[in-house]
């Protein structure tokens, strides 16, 4: 199947589905937002991979197998360890493949605004002081910046390897908006006929 640039190009609302783009592109909203309108059950990754004091959890890889299992969900497309597993159980492939300036602006807010609430994120942690982007090179807005690129050759290898999974490409946050309205729509229609 090719690159899908439209929702109107997807003739189904998807059971299982990933969501893929740099950190800061949206990638967590757009699950949460897909999750209630197809009610589909949602985990975001970060919260099995990242254990007390940012270590990683040794639970990790069950925890995703255990809940890709399941028949309807929504998830990020993230951490190697996982992403064939991932993508052998998705029906679908939501790109988020956003200008780099509306991602590092997104990435940048967000940080700031986490970092300034002492906002907890999973398991405990709290983003580390913004200055932090000086002196430690995995500082999210350092791997943003830095992964910016990774994500083309990645959809390229998939459509030469699955081409039967659909990938739908956003390059605009506005489609995020017709996206979810059409699948919502389509579920609706689907289980009203």
């Not at 439209?6 to 990933?18: C, E, H, M, N």
């Amino acid at each position: 199947m090719p690159l899908l640039s439209t929702v109107d190009q997807l003739d189904f609302a998807p059971s299982r589905a990933l969501v893929a783009g740099v950190s800061g592109s949206g990638k967590s909203s757009l699950c949460r937002r897909l999750s209630r309108k197809l009610d589909l059950t949602y985990v975001e990754l970060d919260s099995l991979f990242h254990g007390p004091n940012w270590s990683v959890l040794p639970t990790f890889e069950l925890e995703v197998d255990r809940f890709i299992a399941q028949n309807r969900w929504v998830t990020e497309w993230q951490y190697d360890v996982v992403r064939e597993r991932l993508l052998a159980r998705a029906q679908l492939l939501i790109w988020l493949d956003y200008p780099l300036h509306v991602v590092m602006r997104r990435v940048v807010l967000r940080t700031l605004i986490r970092g300034f609430a002492h906002q907890p994120l999973w398991n405990g942690n709290v983003e580390p002081p913004f200055w932090t982007i000086f002196n430690k090179p995995e500082h999210i807005v350092r791997w943003a910046w830095r992964t910016r690129s990774s994500y083309p050759p990645r959809i390229r290898e998939i459509l030469l390897e699955r081409p039967q999974l659909p990938i739908l490409r956003l390059t605009r946050p506005s489609q995020a908006d017709e996206v979810v309205a059409a699948l919502d729509y389509r579920l609706r229609s689907s289980t009203t006929s």
